[in-house]
């Protein structure tokens, strides 16, 4: 089985390069040739050479090796991760000592026994992937603290639920954190989609390695494949220095892409192409750059539909989609409130260094309320009564009031049954008994927040975490 390299012999001497190309090729998947040394830089910009064998003179009766040294460092200046191995018929014990310390890997006198040719481009071999793997390490270290830097968010919370719905998820989660396999996280706004992300990387092989996320519905078309696939300095007009991309980045770890339906579709085929080849080639450079990732994306979007309006390729749908994670909303977990607050009144208690309470009671409410925020309005909820309450209980208008009406706040606040959704013109159909069936506590908070919001589509999506164009297939569903 031939080695994955690619080797490159410079030499003026047809012959010799001949000899050396039949040998190589045996053992190597790719031996190139050269005869003129001033071809080395187109042909290293095209080429992922690993290691090359260069002649130190290439002018007849020229013995002094000076040549080699000159184009030595040029390779050096082109790419430090190639290992050069200098060859010449004019050795002496000198010149292989000022080779090495001018940055050569080996020296190597001609004629050449093939073994010893053999074991010399062996180790030379070796010597430029540590040079390779030190480089993107370096590489990668600096791009982390500059992304790091830039990143004020505390430590990911801890992904909580014992209701049936989230247990669900967690055993997936189990299963599929164990695999390289492309995640999708689906759910409504504020279920907890980057929560879920880092439990992935958290239980998986590469929770070693670096957790690197991107927001692709933050960034600008023109900036995210810079920000994806990096960019050399001068690529374009702010370019100022070379930017490491979160592909090269999350290297031997996890890259969470949120909001991945919001990718144009110029970048959804340069995304395909990476995640097909597991390269990138950075703007403004000449060589890709291989990269060994676990994928996860999020999205509150439904992408069949978007792959139906033709925003979206079916490809890519079908790469990054291998195992589907859908995060239920709180309303569907209504059971987990008391969980939920319980951790968020002790993780903003500490913060704010307040302790504060919740009546069974008052747990009662909040089961009763339909959080269309999800688990998001949840936490700011409590975080805010943390705030502003002095002592004892907090008010359940400090709680959700600023988002319903009066009416609806003040049956909501003699509630006791759970789980059951904010009266409204439904209010008839709604029996004394609890109410479980989750299209009816579906149907109702719609109507719930058409009637808060007048009617007003957009706000009411906005409020119930859905598409303008998810809360339309539910109105036309329910027949409002």
Same mark, same amino acid.
């Given at each position: 089985?031939?080695?994955?390299?690619?080797?490159?012999?410079?030499?003026?001497?047809?012959?010799?390069?001949?000899?050396?190309?039949l040998l190589l090729k045996q053992h190597y998947q790719q031996v190139l040739t050269l005869q003129d040394p001033f071809a080395l830089e187109s042909t290293?910009?095209?080429?992922?050479?690993?290691?090359?064998?260069?002649?130190?003179?290439?002018?007849?009766?020229a013995i002094s090796g000076q040549e080699g040294f000159y184009w030595l460092k040029k390779i050096q200046s082109l790419?430090?991760?190639?290992?050069?191995?200098?060859?010449?018929?004019?050795?002496?014990?000198?010149?292989?000592?000022?080779?090495?310390?001018?940055?050569?890997?080996?020296?190597?006198?001609?004629?050449?026994?093939?073994d010893q040719l053999?074991?010399?481009?062996?180790?030379?071999?070796?010597?430029?992937?540590?040079?390779?793997?030190?480089?993107?390490?370096?590489?990668?270290?600096?791009?982390?603290?500059?992304?790091?830097?830039g990143d004020h968010r505390a430590?990911?919370?801890?992904?909580?639920?014992?209701?049936?719905?989230?247990?669900?998820?967690?055993?997936?989660?189990?299963?599929?954190?164990?695999?390289?396999?492309?995640i999708l996280i689906t759910g409504e706004s504020g279920t907890g989609k980057e929560l879920t992300a880092h439990a992935i990387h958290q239980q998986s092989l590469r929770a070693n390695g670096p957790f690197i996320g991107l927001d692709m519905g933050a960034l600008a078309g023109s900036l995210l494949e810079s920000e994806l696939f990096g960019h050399k300095k001068g690529a374009f007009t702010d370019a100022r220095a070379d930017r490491i991309g979160r592909f090269e980045l999350a290297h031997q770890g996890s890259l969470f892409l949120d909001e991945i339906g919001n990718l144009p579709l110029e970048q959804q085929v340069k995304l395909l192409a990476a995640l097909q080849n597991r390269q990138v080639t950075p703007l403004g450079a000449d060589k890709p750059v291989p990269v060994d990732i676990?994928?996860?994306? $999020?999205?509150?979007? #439904?992408? +069949?539909?978007?792959?139906?309006?033709?925003?979206?390729? /079916?490809?890519? *749908?079908?790469?990054?989609?291998?195992?589907?994670?859908?995060?239920?909303?709180?309303?569907?977990?209504?059971?987990?409130?008391?969980?939920l607050v319980d951790h968020y009144l002790q993780h903003f208690g500490r913060k704010y260094k307040k302790e504060l309470r919740f009546s069974p009671a008052l747990l009662a409410q909040l089961q009763c309320y339909p959080w269309p925020g999800n688990i998001r309005e949840l936490a700011h909820a409590i975080e805010r009564a943390v705030?502003?309450?002095?002592?004892?209980?907090?008010?359940?208008?400090?709680?959700?009031?600023?988002?319903?009406?009066?009416?609806?706040?003040?049956?909501?606040?003699?509630?006791?049954?759970?789980?059951?959704?904010?009266?409204?013109?439904?209010? $008839?159909?709604?029996? #004394?008994? +609890?109410?479980?069936?989750?299209?009816?506590?579906?149907? /109702?908070?719609? *109507?719930?927040?058409?009637?808060?919001?007048?009617?007003?589509?957009?706000?009411?999506?906005?409020?119930?975490?859905?598409?303008?164009?998810?809360l339309y297939r539910r109105l036309e569903k329910y027949g409002l």
């Open positions: 089985m031939k080695h994955a390299a690619t080797l490159l012999i410079v030499d003026d001497n047809a012959d010799v390069l001949l000899a050396a190309r290293l910009a095209a080429e992922a050479v690993d290691v090359v064998l260069l002649d130190m003179n290439f002018h007849r009766d790419d430090p991760s190639i290992a050069v191995i200098l060859m010449t018929a004019y050795s002496d014990v000198h010149l292989a000592v000022e080779a090495i310390k001018c940055g050569a890997t080996d020296f190597m006198p001609k004629p050449w026994q093939n053999l074991t010399t481009v062996a180790t030379a071999c070796a010597h430029a992937q540590d040079k390779k793997a030190l480089g993107q390490l370096s590489r990668q270290a600096k791009g982390l603290s500059q992304v790091l830097a430590n990911a919370q801890p992904l909580l639920g014992q209701s049936a719905a989230m247990q669900q998820v967690l055993a997936i989660i189990e299963k599929a954190a164990q695999t390289d396999a492309n676990r994928l996860i994306c $999020a999205t509150n979007e #439904a992408l +069949p539909q978007a792959v139906a309006a033709g925003r979206f390729r /079916q490809d890519l *749908l079908y790469r990054i989609n291998t195992i589907e994670v859908r995060l239920p909303s709180l309303r569907e977990r209504l059971d987990d409130i008391p969980l705030i502003l309450t002095d002592g004892g209980e907090p008010d359940l208008a400090l709680l959700i009031g600023n988002t319903v009406s009066a009416g609806d706040l003040a049956t909501l606040a003699q509630s006791t049954i759970q789980p059951q959704v904010l009266p409204d013109s439904a209010a $008839a159909e709604h029996s #004394a008994e +609890p109410l479980f069936n989750l299209e009816q506590v579906e149907h /109702q908070t719609i *109507l719930a927040a058409l009637k808060h919001f007048q009617g007003n589509v957009s706000h009411a999506a906005k409020a119930l975490g859905l598409t303008r164009g998810a």
